[in-house]
């Protein structure tokens, strides 16, 4: 497998530091709203990266934070007139409800700021002992000009970060760009104690306490999106390295922007969408299957023509896969016959060629196409006449790459309500006495309440709405 990592700029063959492990970090949400698509997009691009290296048989340990202190919160928690904790765990919530939608498996760790102190205050008086690291009256600043190697990763000089940076506004900094890992406690302010005085984290710093406590001094992969690259990312690699005096990640991946409709994602230009908003009118999944259909590293457009046309393209993949169910139920010959072989052939081919998209970082655009072209060669060679081991085939492999995805994975429900049996069983009376209209009246009926009829020679098949 090749990733490409920001921190080279080149595709370079996936090696983790353990043959069987994989020590994943990925930048989570800061808890003080409901996340929004920009949020979503590397929430299910590097929950896809996960599955596929557990499918390709690696153990993932996968980290993944929660940012619940900062100015933002304390802001948003005194506007509702809760304190910042209350605050917190309600958007963490809020976010595992709509991870869960989303078919975003919960990390092998989610640790919270405010429960890691410790490790955060040890890792700035490593910082402070080895003099990358100052005290002004209770702010800790990081010196960035002592650590040789800064802007390794957004591949920019020092001096050009400088000019081209905005920069906090901060009188007791030695330097523009020394950033704080410690802030002095303000009245009315969370706060905790510390060597400096009371007082709570930098944002920056968390990231790199916690991937050291939970997952070592170097990590095989970090990730997120990439506004991230810089300062957030950057200034990670600086105190960890300045403190540990070993590489911090092996490989970065950072994901494209998204614009709205070709504009770029602004609350100001009324064009800001949380996940949530989104739901009111797509399926999570349409939203994952959207996300999945552009290469992770490409910028990608949010409109709703995209999203009904990713809709659109999920429904064809349930179509099928519904269709391969029905026909199991229904198939008399057991095993593959010799005129199938070759359809057989092309499934095995097609699986490669999944494989093949998902090993060249992580190219899910392909990869889709790939399941697009099983679903093909299923709709076009598998029929009623078909048998029990060729539909199993083309079903298990649909299931099973589906799986890799987040896709695709939904069961369809089985029991009928009384009223649509009824329903049912109503028109079929009116086809047999040859009431067309009548029959024709019901099945809009059934289409109304999301149920589309379709008449085969083994019967009715009922297809339910994925919405």
């Given at each position: 497998?090749?990733i ?26 800061t808890v003080?709203n409901?996340?929004?698509i ?20 690696y ?12 100015d ?6 005194s506007?509702e007139?809760?304190?910042v ?16 939608g ?76 020394d950033?704080?890992?410690?802030k ?37 992969i ?54 949530r ?23 990608i ?10 809709e659109s ?33 092309k ?34 060679n ?19 790459l ?13 029991k ?33 309440m ?16 994925k919405?």
């Amino acid at each position: 497998m090749k990733i490409y990592n920001t921190l080279t700029r080149k595709k370079e063959d996936f090696k983790p530091l353990d043959e069987k492990e994989v020590k994943m970090y990925s930048c989570g949400p800061t808890v003080y709203n409901y996340f929004h698509i920009g949020n979503a997009r590397p929430f299910i691009i590097f929950d896809t990266l996960r599955r596929y290296l557990e499918y390709k048989g690696y153990k993932v340990k996968f980290v993944q934070n929660f940012t619940d202190i900062d100015d933002k919160m304390i802001k948003r928690a005194s506007e509702e007139g809760v304190e910042v904790y209350e605050l917190a765990q309600k958007y963490i919530d809020e976010y595992f409800k709509d991870a869960k939608g989303l078919g975003i498996r919960e990390a092998t760790i989610h640790p919270k700021a405010t429960e890691n102190i410790d490790a955060i205050i040890d890792i700035i008086k490593k910082l402070e002992e080895k003099g990358f690291a100052y005290n002004v009256d209770g702010d800790v600043y990081f010196s960035t000009r002592k650590f040789k190697e800064y802007g390794k990763l957004s591949h920019q000089s020092i001096e050009d970060l400088e000019v081209g940076s905005r920069v906090e506004v901060d009188s007791k900094k030695r330097d523009a760009l020394d950033f704080v890992l410690w802030k002095k406690h303000k009245p009315g302010e969370p706060c905790w104690e510390s060597p400096w005085g009371k007082g709570r984290p930098g944002w920056h710093i968390e990231c790199s306490a916690m991937a050291n406590k939970y997952l070592g001094e170097t990590i095989d992969i970090h990730s997120g999106g990439q506004d991230l690259i810089f300062p957030h990312h950057e200034n990670e690699i600086a105190q960890s390295e300045a403190a540990h005096g070993k590489p911090f990640a092996r490989y970065w991946m950072h994901n494209g922007f998204i614009n709205v409709d070709n504009e770029k994602m602004s609350k100001s230009k009324g064009n800001f969408f949380t996940v949530r908003d989104i739901v009111e009118e797509f399926d999570y999944e349409v939203i994952r299957f959207f996300m999945l259909s552009a290469h992770y590293r490409s910028p990608i457009n949010f409109s709703r023509k995209l999203l009904e046309q990713a809709e659109s393209g999920l429904d064809r993949i349930y179509t099928c896969i519904e269709n391969l169910e029905y026909l199991m139920e229904n198939a008399d010959k057991s095993e593959i016959t010799d005129e199938e072989k070759e359809v057989a052939k092309k499934l095995d081919g097609l699986k490669g060629k999944f494989i093949e998209a998902m090993d060249d970082d992580l190219n899910t655009a392909d990869a889709i196409a790939a399941i697009f072209d099983i679903v093909k060669e299923s709709n076009t060679n598998i029929n009623a006449g078909s048998s029990k081991g060729i539909i199993e085939k083309a079903l298990s492999l649909l299931r099973e790459l589906g799986e890799v995805l987040g896709i695709g994975l939904k069961k369809k429900e089985k029991k009928l309500d009384k009223e649509i049996q009824e329903l049912i069983e109503r028109r079929q009376q009116a086809r047999k006495e040859k009431n067309w209209k009548k029959a024709d009246e019901i099945r809009d009926k059934l289409k109304e309440m999301g149920i589309t009829l379709q008449d085969t020679h083994q019967g009715v098949k009922v297809i339910y709405d994925k919405r």
